[in-house]
């Protein structure tokens, strides 16, 4: 229930108005060099109070990692961290207590569970994310090793879009600006609308769309964990993501076969492969001794609709996908609604809440998608053993 993997595994505790988020992660390779400057800095880049389009909750986001690190590297033990809360202010959802705001989770838990904690959502706070930019920093500092890079950036604000093809942007401009949208031009009109929305005290949502690039050959399973089941499960599991494409997805209902097959070039066929990094190779001293037989191999296409996976398996080419956010369901205005007897009522929302989560759950959709691809890629080399 608050776990996510099967070898690279991540359980999550905490509440967004409680002493801290935290969580352990097991399954962490060995002697691995743990950098906290990148931790914190992906944590910097989902904490709130980042720009004039956030919520202006005060939070330095600091993790402190209390096991499974010594000496700067992985011991291979599990890693338990937390980060404490020290800017809540709790007494900003008193008017709260016994009523249920639309499309929030307050019903559904309080009916589930018979109690919910009002304040700023607790257990289902977008705050609890936390956890998982923590652990998703670690994966990255894994993948790294294998030349798997993992970016995701803003690619639609309400009715502002990009091209879907990722290929036509420079996504190294991502983090040049507040909205992480690539298209300079783009993010200043998603700044414009976001701040207009803002200003409305209403909210807007979005698409981010993410792209890993290095994946190789062989993740994810035929059956029931295939690989892209995996990443739409992960992607699902975010506060307000209400949707999941990959590769071509809905676009590419209305084309025959013959547009989206993905044909191979290749002068001599589908035979040069490459073995994953071992001891003589690249790759961290702790992945490395393991001496995986994984093999990536090395093929053209003509395209790659399929988004990198077929058959719920990655084929080496980059895995693309794109995630749909609804607009944040806390509004700055007055809602009707009905308190705990079913009494119908209306009451405005009080606090600092984000006018659109997309900018902050940029890193989010990154560490998520990195804690998955780890986890297959330690599935697969104990396959392959």
């Not at 967004?16 to 992906?42: K, L, N, R, Y």
């Not at 690619?155 to 991502?174: K, P």
Request: proline share 4%; with cysteine; hydrophobic share 35%.
């Amino acid at each position: 229930m608050n776990t996510i993997g099967k070898l690279f595994t991540l359980t999550t505790f905490g509440e967004s108005h409680g002493a801290a988020i935290g969580g352990v992660v097991d399954g962490m390779p060995a002697g691995i060099e743990v950098d906290m400057d990148f931790i914190q800095a992906e944590l910097n880049r989902r904490r709130p109070g980042q720009s004039a389009i956030t919520t202006s909750r005060q939070e330095s986001d600091q993790v402190e990692l209390l096991s499974g690190v010594f000496e700067g590297k992985t011991t291979g033990c599990p890693i338990g961290f937390i980060v404490r809360n020290q800017n809540h202010h709790s007494q900003d959802y008193e008017n709260l207590r016994t009523l249920f705001r639309p499309s929030h989770a307050d019903f559904a838990y309080y009916y589930k569970y018979g109690t919910r904690d009002h304040r700023g959502g607790g257990r289902s706070s977008a705050r609890i994310t936390i956890s998982r930019v923590v652990a998703g920093a670690l994966a990255k500092l894994v993948l790294r090793q294998y030349g798997i890079t993992i970016q995701a950036y803003t690619s639609q604000v309400g009715d502002i879009a990009l091209e879907r093809d990722y290929r036509l942007y420079d996504l190294s401009l991502t983090e040049t600006n507040a909205v992480r949208c690539p298209d300079p031009a783009k993010a200043e009109e998603m700044e414009r609308l976001i701040q207009q929305v803002k200003a409305d005290g209403d909210t807007i949502g979005g698409v981010i769309t993410c792209v890993v690039k290095g994946c190789p050959v062989g993740l994810g399973e035929p059956e029931f964990d295939k690989l892209h089941a995996q990443l739409g499960s992960a992607m699902l599991s975010i506060n307000a993501v209400k949707g999941f494409e990959y590769g071509e997805g809905f676009a590419g209902v209305t084309q025959r076969g013959s547009e989206q097959n993905d044909e191979f070039l290749s002068e001599k066929g589908i035979v040069k492969s490459e073995e994953f990094p071992t001891e003589s190779g690249a790759g961290a001293e702790g992945v490395a001794a393991a001496n995986y037989s994984l093999f990536t191999i090395h093929s053209s296409l003509k395209s790659n609709h399929s988004g990198g996976i077929q058959g719920g398996i990655s084929n080496g080419q980059d895995i693309y996908f794109r995630v749909a956010f609804k607009p944040v369901a806390t509004l700055l205005r007055e809602q009707q609604t009905v308190d705990l007897e079913g009494n119908p009522t209306t009451f405005t929302a009080r606090g600092r809440h984000d006018p659109c989560v997309l900018p902050r759950a940029v890193p989010v959709v990154e560490a998520m998608a990195a804690i998955v691809v780890l986890d297959s890629l330690l599935c697969a080399q104990a396959y392959h053993k």
